[in-house]
């Protein structure tokens, strides 16, 4: 009985945190991504949607989430960061930002710092073509989408890869250069 009202105790603290915006970085020794604002599994606020005036389902001010990873492998050079929403385009997948060269100095973004082009990347080409992050953007209706955030430790060099690379043509280039990598869950949708 200790051990339900413990782990229901521990549970609200998380939620409490994610509300608030003060989720503690993780404890050990794995590489892991976290947000200061969102427990792993939270739900984004609508600030965090997409911003686009054409599309009817970007009712957003496309805020980004702050982002901060820990427990860097060994012979890290640069990041890779990816969004990816397996749901959108219904099923099909859409990618929300493609970034890379991020050098192994940073280990974090701050709240918004990604919704716009940074010196702290290069910009891939997302599914709009945009080289920064795009929020999300779900159909009404289509249930809470799962946004993968990834963080991919690489020993390429920063600056070494082209900007405008797509998804899957990073991921060909970082074939046998990942050196580790860590996701979590944002969710969002729209009644």
């Not at 990816?84 to 970034?99: P, T």
């Not at 100095?105 to 940074?118: K, L, M, Q, R």
């Not at 920064?132 to 799962?146: A, E, L």
């Amino acid at each position: 009985m200790k051990q339900q009202i413990s782990a229901v105790l521990a549970a609200a603290l998380v939620t409490g945190c994610a509300a608030t915006g003060n989720v503690a970085p993780p404890a050990g020794p794995v590489f892991t991504l976290w947000s200061p604002a969102f427990a792993d599994g939270a739900q984004l606020e609508q600030k965090h949607a997409g911003n686009v005036p054409t599309n009817p389902n970007c009712v957003g001010q496309n805020v980004a989430p702050p982002l901060a990873w820990t427990n860097v492998p060994a012979g890290t050079r640069s990041f890779a960061m990816l969004v990816y929403d397996q749901q959108g385009r219904n099923g099909l997948g859409v990618a929300h930002w493609v970034a890379y060269n991020i050098p192994a100095t940073v280990t974090a973004f701050a709240d918004n710092e990604i919704s716009g082009p940074s010196p702290k990347y290069t910009g891939g080409k997302s599914t709009l073509n945009l080289p920064n992050y795009m929020g999300p953007c779900p159909p009404v209706n289509t249930g809470k989408h799962h946004y993968v955030f990834t963080v991919i430790a690489t020993d390429v060099e920063p600056g070494a890869l082209p900007a405008g690379l797509t998804m899957q043509e990073l991921t060909e280039r970082l074939a046998g250069r990942a050196k580790g990598s860590s996701s979590m869950v944002l969710r969002y949708g729209r009644p």
